[in-house]
C-alpha cells in the first residue's frame, strides 16, 4: 500500500495537532478527506461534494497537507489536488485499502451497508417476491413500482433488500442521487431543522430530500403519528412522486394494518406495489448460515449449523447473531465448534419454549447495529462520543427492559463497574428528558427490541 494512504490518519492528525484545530474543524473539513489516487509526487485527494468548501480547503490546507505528506511519506516537492467525487472516473478500481472509488463514495453517501447487495441475499419462499420487485426497482427505478413498499416482521432482510436495491442504481445509473435514511434520522434531522428555526434550514432540508432521484426511507411505522413528520413526509413523497423518482418504504407491518395511518398516506403507500418477507423456512436458515460461513471463511460442523437453524427460526438477526456467539465462545475457550459447544454458548438464547429471551447481550447488538458501531466497542474502552452514547443507551436499556443486576450488565459490558453503569443509567435518565432526539432513540430502540410492546 502506498505510504500517503497508509499513513493518511496520522498525516491528518499531524495537521490538526501542528495548526491547532478544533474538533468541529477537523471533523469539517480535514476528516472526510479521501486519498483517491497517488501519481509520482501528485496526491489527489476527494472532497465530499457535501462539502461546499473545494476553494475553502484549496485555500488553507493545501499548503499545511503537502508539508505533512512530504515530511511523512518522504516525498519530494509533494504537490496536492483535490477533485469532487463527480470527477472521479466512474468504476475506476483503486487497489489500496483506503482508496475510494467514485462509486464507493456514492455508497457512503447514500448511507450504505457495503455488505447488503443482492449478491449476498439469500432468495428463499419467503422473499422471493420481495426480492423479484426490488430487483425490477432496482433495474427501473421510477417506472416500475412507485412506491415499492416492503413489509415484515423484525431481522427478516427488508433493510438488506432496500440497500441492495440502492447498491445496484447506483452501480448502474452513474448519475442518480440515492439516499437511504431510516424514518428516525429523518425525524430527527427535520428536528433539528425546526429547532434551528431559520427558513434557510428548511430550504435545505427540503432540498436535501426532494433533489434526489432514488429515496429510501427504513421503517417508516416509527413516523407514523408523529404529526410535523408525518407532513414533512407527505409533502417530500408528493413532490418525489410526481416527479417520478423512486420511493421505496419500508414497515413491519402492510398499510391496511398500521392502526393508526391517515388515510391519504394509505392510498399513497398502495399506488405502488406491496412486497412482504415472511419467516424464513429451514432450507432458507441453512442456505444464510452456509453464506456467512463462507463470508466469513469458516468451515464448521455440519451439525451446529442444523442445530442452529432448527433452534431459531423467527429472526434471521438472531440467526445471525447465534453463529457469531458459538464463533467466538469456540475463539474464547479455545476449542472446536462442536455441538455441545454450541448447546451450551446458545443456552441464554434458545429457551425451551422458544419464546424470545431479551438478554443483555441481545441489547447490545440491538444498539450496536442501530448505531452502526461493533459490540466489541460498546464493550471496549473507547473513549470517543461515537461509542460512549450508544455504551450509555445500551446500559439504560438493560436495566429498562431487563431485570438483570447492575453488577451483570457491568459484566456483559466489557466487566465494567456497577457504579459506571449506575453512572450511566441516571446520565441517559437526565438527558432524554431534554433530548428530544434521543428521546425518540430510545423509544425506537424498545421496540426494535421488543417489538411485542
Ligand atoms: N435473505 C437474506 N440473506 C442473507 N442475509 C439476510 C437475509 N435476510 C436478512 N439477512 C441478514 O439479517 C440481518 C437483519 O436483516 P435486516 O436488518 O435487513 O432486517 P430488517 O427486516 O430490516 O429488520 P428491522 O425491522 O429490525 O430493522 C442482516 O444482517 C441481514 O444481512
Known amino acids: 500500500m502506498n505510504t500517503v494512504i497508509e499513513k493518511w490518519d496520522e498525516i491528518l492528525n499531524i495537521v490538526k495537532?501542528?495548526?491547532?484545530?478544533?474538533?468541529?474543524?477537523?471533523?469539517?473539513?480535514l476528516k472526510p478527506l479521501k486519498v483517491y489516487e497517488v501519481n509520482g509526487n501528485v496526491v489527489t485527494i476527494i472532497v465530499p461534494s457535501e462539502q461546499v468548501g473545494l476553494s475553502y480547503i484549496t485555500k488553507k490546507y493545501k499548503l499545511p497537507l503537502q508539508v505533512t505528506i512530504s515530511e511523512v511519506a518522504g516525498m519530494d516537492n509533494c504537490d496536492v489536488r483535490f477533485i469532487l467525487p463527480e470527477d472521479v472516473p466512474a468504476k475506476k478500481t483503486v487497489s489500496s485499502g483506503n482508496s475510494h472509488t467514485a462509486q464507493d463514495i456514492r455508497?457512503?453517501?447514500?448511507?450504505?451497508?457495503?455488505?447488503?447487495?443482492?449478491?449476498?441475499?439469500?432468495?428463499?419462499?419467503?422473499?422471493?417476491?420481495?426480492?423479484?420487485?426490488?430487483?425490477a426497482v432496482a433495474e427501473s427505478p421510477g417506472e416500475a413500482y412507485n412506491p415499492l413498499f416492503i413489509y415484515g416482521g423484525a431481522g427478516l432482510g427488508k433493510t438488506h433488500l432496500m440497500h441492495s436495491i440502492a447498491h445496484f442504481i447506483i452501480e448502474h445509473n452513474e448519475k442518480s442521487k440515492v439516499l437511504y435514511v431510516t424514518s428516525e434520522e429523518f425525524t430527527?434531522?427535520?428536528?433539528?431543522?425546526?429547532?434551528?428555526?431559520?427558513?434557510?434550514?428548511?430550504?435545505?432540508?427540503?432540498?436535501?430530500?426532494?433533489?434526489?432521484?432514488?429515496?429510501?426511507?427504513d421503517d417508516i411505522q416509527f413516523i407514523i403519528g408523529k404529526e410535523s413528520t408525518q407532513e414533512e413526509f407527505f409533502h417530500t413523497f408528493n413532490s418525489l412522486h410526481s416527479a417520478k423518482k423512486q420511493i421505496?418504504?419500508?414497515?413491519?407491518?402492510?398499510?391496511?394494518?398500521?392502526?393508526?395511518?391517515e388515510e391519504r398516506f394509505r392510498?399513497?403507500?398502495?399506488?405502488?406495489?406491496?412486497?412482504?418477507?415472511?419467516?424464513?423456512?429451514?432450507?432458507?436458515?441453512?442456505?444464510?448460515?452456509?453464506?456467512?460461513?463462507?463470508?466469513?471463511?469458516?468451515?464448521?460442523n455440519e451439525e451446529v449449523i442444523k442445530y442452529i437453524a432448527n433452534n431459531i427460526k423467527s429472526n434471521i438477526r438472531e440467526l445471525e447473531g447465534a453463529f457469531n456467539k458459538v464463533m467466538a465462545s469456540a475463539k474464547l475457550e479455545q476449542?472446536?465448534?462442536?455441538?455441545?459447544?454450541?448447546?451450551?454458548?446458545?443456552?441464554?438464547?434458545?429457551?425451551p419454549?422458544?419464546?424470545?429471551?431479551?438478554?443483555?447481550?441481545?441489547?447490545?447488538?440491538?444498539?450496536?447495529?442501530?448505531?452502526?458501531?461493533?459490540?466489541?466497542?460498546?464493550?471496549?474502552n473507547k473513549r470517543s462520543s461515537k461509542i460512549v452514547i450508544p455504551r450509555q443507551v445500551a446500559m439504560y436499556l438493560c436495566r429498562e427492559l431487563t431485570s438483570t443486576p447492575l453488577k451483570s450488565i457491568g459484566k456483559s459490558l466489557g466487566n465494567r463497574d456497577h457504579t459506571t453503569i449506575m453512572h450511566g443509567i441516571e446520565k441517559m435518565e437526565k438527558e432524554i428528558i431534554t433530548d428530544s432526539n434521543l428521546n425518540n432513540t430510545i423509544d425506537i430502540l424498545k421496540k426494535k427490541i421488543n417489538p411485542q410492546n
Not at 116 to 131: C, E, L, M, P
Not at 362 to 376: D, M, Q
Request: net charge negative; proline share 3%.
Open 353 to 380: 419454549d422458544e419464546k424470545r429471551v431479551i438478554t443483555p447481550e441481545y441489547i447490545i447488538s440491538i444498539v450496536a447495529e442501530h448505531y452502526n458501531v461493533t459490540t466489541a466497542d460498546l464493550c471496549g
Open 188 to 217: 430527527n434531522e427535520l428536528i433539528e431543522t425546526i429547532r434551528n428555526g431559520n427558513n434557510s434550514a428548511m430550504t435545505k432540508f427540503r432540498e436535501k430530500y426532494r433533489n434526489i432521484d432514488v429515496l429510501l426511507v
Open 267 to 300: 392510498s399513497r403507500f398502495e399506488w405502488g406495489l406491496i412486497a412482504d418477507i415472511t419467516l424464513p423456512d429451514y432450507e432458507t436458515r441453512m442456505a444464510i448460515l452456509h453464506k456467512k460461513e463462507e463470508m466469513d471463511g469458516y468451515n464448521i
Open 335 to 351: 476449542k472446536d465448534v462442536t455441538l455441545e459447544l454450541a448447546e451450551q454458548a446458545l443456552k441464554d438464547i434458545i429457551s
Open 248 to 261: 421505496i418504504i419500508s414497515s413491519d407491518k402492510p398499510p391496511k394494518d398500521m392502526e393508526i395511518l
Open 17 to 29: 495537532t501542528e495548526h491547532d484545530l478544533s474538533e468541529v474543524s477537523f471533523n469539517t473539513w
Open 107 to 135: 455508497c457512503e453517501e447514500a448511507h450504505l451497508n457495503p455488505k447488503y447487495t443482492f449478491d449476498t441475499f439469500i432468495v428463499g419462499s419467503n422473499n422471493k417476491f420481495a426480492q423479484a420487485a426490488a430487483l
